[in-house]
């Protein structure tokens, strides 16, 4: 039992220091390891897993909007990046060049892709010549490198996962059209399999995608109160269209650019489901993404019987399409339950020679740690309403923590009063739509503008700020 506590012990306390909390997490749940390479990760096996399935889901959504996935070069030159100048000015701080080739040096520098709307507009000015060649609905699922000074695994590396789309269309409308949609799938997924709450909105002038005319995001509130930027899609209008000279006939046979959009998220969103829904014990995991959805300790596993009732166990489950395994090695009970716990299982099955002759089992919820007994008998939808029950009590879980930490603000006054007393977390407050109110706000409160969410309250009639006719209710905080 003191190995068993130990295992626990091993991860600092959220409450004492949450920046440690986390990075324990990240190691001890085996997502990562450090690399010899300076701000990049290694995702091991169980993290890459994680990925995976959040790919698995995403990829089956976009396919299902006629979006088709596509691979650009990971380099693209140097003049080619020049050709949108905001775009470049956006990204020049982050960019990683390459000189050499060999022992060579290139006539033209190289850039290790910060992201790819240069390449795809490239692309699609050689492939659209006409209407008929439109929509172009292309996803790409890739890596990227931007070089950050300051890091942390999966929420800001130098290198990191992602998908990217990237969409042209004939009209504005459509395009702007595409960039909801994408904001809500985006949206969905994250309540729906990752049972994280998001307010949905549009960033403001000062925080949009360089070379944009518009960005939506959906923020999430992590359990220390900060925010955490989960997706974005960006209408970029025919901004790139007329830099990269891409032009098509339309139907009354004249010459027109068409309207693009950008979408994508990344790694970092295993990042929000550990800052989310992760506690004192380890990982929580949504049993959307959790690679292991059910985890079978055999209690006495030496006395007849018990392994083979188990094994069995294993095998209904895995047959009804659960994550299933069964942990058969010579560790302890006690060590199991904790190894499962930090690896954020979302469901424990017991079973023990007891439990065989009674004809049950016992099943413990990992987010809420209860505890009951269930019958053998149709134990694949039994634990398939286990599972589902998780879900729901995570989401309602972290919604009432974010409702908990949302704050109503009418004076720079007041926000620094409510974080002083009740900690970080969501700021709601009227916004004059300058920016100098944006920079005084942060500079004063520490919050930043988040989004201005789609769903708008009239909080008042003044700026939270300046005290000048306000035009926008704004979602502040502070932010990872």
């Not at 659960?322 to 090695?329: A, C, H, L, N, Y």
Request: aromatic share 8%; with cysteine; proline share 4%.
């Amino acid at each position: 039992m003191a190995k068993d506590k130990k295992l626990v012990e091993q991860i600092t306390a959220m409450d004492e220091d949450f920046a440690k909390w986390y990075t324990d997490i990240c190691k001890k749940a085996d997502l990562i390891d450090y690399s010899s390479v300076k701000g990049c990760m290694i995702i091991r096996p169980y993290g890459y897993a994680i990925w995976e399935n959040i790919q698995k889901i995403l990829d089956a959504r976009f396919k299902e909007l006629g979006h088709e996935n596509i691979y650009m070069p990971l380099f693209i030159p140097e003049s080619l990046l020049q050709r949108e100048k905001d775009h470049v000015a956006g990204f020049a701080p982050e960019v990683a060049w390459v000189t050499h080739g060999g022992s060579e040096r290139l006539t033209e520098r190289m850039c290790v892709r910060p992201t790819s709307e240069t390449l795809f507009c490239e692309h699609y000015a050689n492939i659209i010549n006409s209407y008929r060649d439109l929509p172009k609905l292309y996803n790409q699922w890739c890596n990227v490198v931007r070089w950050e000074k300051t890091t942390r695994p999966f929420l800001r590396s130098r290198e990191f996962l992602w998908q990217e789309g990237h969409t042209m269309h004939a009209t504005a409308e459509e395009a702007r059209a595409e960039t909801v949609q994408m904001l809500e799938v985006y949206a969905s997924f994250h309540e729906q399999e990752l049972a994280i709450p998001v307010v949905k909105g549009c960033k403001t002038p000062s925080d949009k995608f360089a070379g944009a005319e518009d960005t939506y995001a959906i923020e999430a509130l992590m359990h220390d109160g900060k925010s955490l930027q989960a997706a974005t899609s960006h209408y970029f209008g025919d901004g790139f269209a007329r830099a990269f000279d891409i032009t098509y006939t339309d139907r009354e046979n004249k010459l027109v650019h068409p309207f693009q959009t950008s979408w994508g998220c990344t790694t970092r969103m295993i990042g929000g489901i550990i800052m989310t829904h992760g506690d004192d014990r380890g990982l929580v995991l949504p049993p959307a993404v959790a690679p292991i959805q059910v985890i079978i300790v055999p209690i006495a596993q030496h006395k007849e019987g018990v392994l083979e009732h188990a094994t069995a166990l294993r095998d209904r489950l895995a047959a009804a399409g659960i994550r299933v395994k069964m942990d058969d090695s010579d560790q302890s009970p006690g060590w199991k339950f904790a190894e499962y716990e930090m690896k954020g299982v979302p469901l424990r099955i017991e079973l023990g020679p007891r439990d065989i002759e009674q004809g049950q089992c016992v099943a413990v919820t990992r987010h809420n740690g209860e505890k009951s007994f269930v019958s053998l008998e149709g134990i694949a939808d039994t634990a398939k309403e286990l599972l589902e029950a998780v879900r729901i009590g995570m989401y309602e879980k972290a919604l009432a923590n974010r409702e908990r930490r949302t704050y109503v603000c009418h004076t720079l006054d007041e926000v620094t009063a409510a974080l002083e007393a009740n900690g970080d977390g969501f700021i709601k407050g009227m916004w004059c739509g300058e920016e100098a109110c944006e920079d005084e706000t942060k500079a004063k409160t520490g919050v930043g503008s988040r989004c201005v969410p789609l769903v708008q309250e009239n909080l008042g009639e003044v700026c939270m700020c300046c005290g000048k006719p306000a035009k926008k209710m704004v979602l502040w905080a502070k932010a990872y």
